[in-house]
């Protein structure tokens, strides 16, 4: 079953502005990840955020965990048009496998 | 260096025919992951191989799917009497171990008509 749950599900926003999606999960994590899609296809790694992490930076990105509430944000600063695509939360749990939630649907219009 | 590849990108069958997916890992990643991804939704996990055997194989749907990775590298997913429902995107990821970031492969699309 899907655990990672992201809110809002579908964002349009203009180039330049911020970006922020949540993610809510069930159950206890080893960690939990960001993942990038487009058009469908290949899934790109963003950021991996420990249990025992509270914030994590990567370039424009910023992925912040909340263990006690199971929640992560994923914020995205200066937006780009190529940013457009579609953003999945990911926890790993359990024997190694990563569950995945419905994904944010981010359109950036330049 | 080379990331993960799947094979073929793409696959029409007819309902019931028998059906091969390949995935060749990044290499010296041990663990291998198969996903299936339907429209509109998040990767849904299917099996998880550490080296050459299904550490957790509870992701999949029915006995009429099944993976090997003889060799501990490239792996099948094999779907026997294919249904409608599927049709999917396959999705392949590698990782150094168990507990590290998944590297996707770009999937194959089924469609099973």
């Known amino acids: ?110 | 260096g080379a990331g993960v590849s799947q094979t073929p990108s793409n696959k029409v069958t007819e309902k019931g025919k028998y059906v091969e997916l390949r995935c060749d890992p990044i290499s010296g990643h041990t663990a291998l992951y198969w996903y299936r991804q339907s429209l509109g939704q998040g990767p849904e996990f299917l099996i998880y191989f550490q080296g050459t055997g299904a550490a957790d194989d509870s992701g999949l749907p029915n006995d009429r799917f099944f993976a090997v990775r003889p060799e501990g590298s490239v792996s099948t997913l094999k779907i026997q009497r294919t249904e409608r429902g599927d049709s999917a995107v396959y999705l392949c990821a590698s990782s150094i171990t168990g507990y590290n970031e998944q590297f996707f492969g770009p999937g194959t699309r089924l469609t099973v008509l």
């Open chain 1, 1 to 110: 079953s899907q655990q990672g749950e992201e809110d809002p599900q579908a964002l349009s926003i203009q180039e330049g502005e911020n970006a922020t999606m949540n993610c809510s999960y069930k159950t206890s994590i080893n960690n939990l990840q960001w993942y990038r899609q487009n058009s469908g296809r290949g899934l790109v790694h963003l950021i991996l955020i420990r249990s025992n992490e509270r914030e994590k930076h990567s370039g424009r990105l910023r992925v912040t965990l909340d263990t006690s509430k199971k929640s992560s944000s994923l914020l995205i600063t200066a937006s780009r048009a190529a940013d457009t695509a579609s953003y999945f939360c990911a926890t790993l749990y359990g024997n190694n496998r990563l569950a995945f939630g419905k994904g944010n649907q981010v359109v950036v219009i330049p």
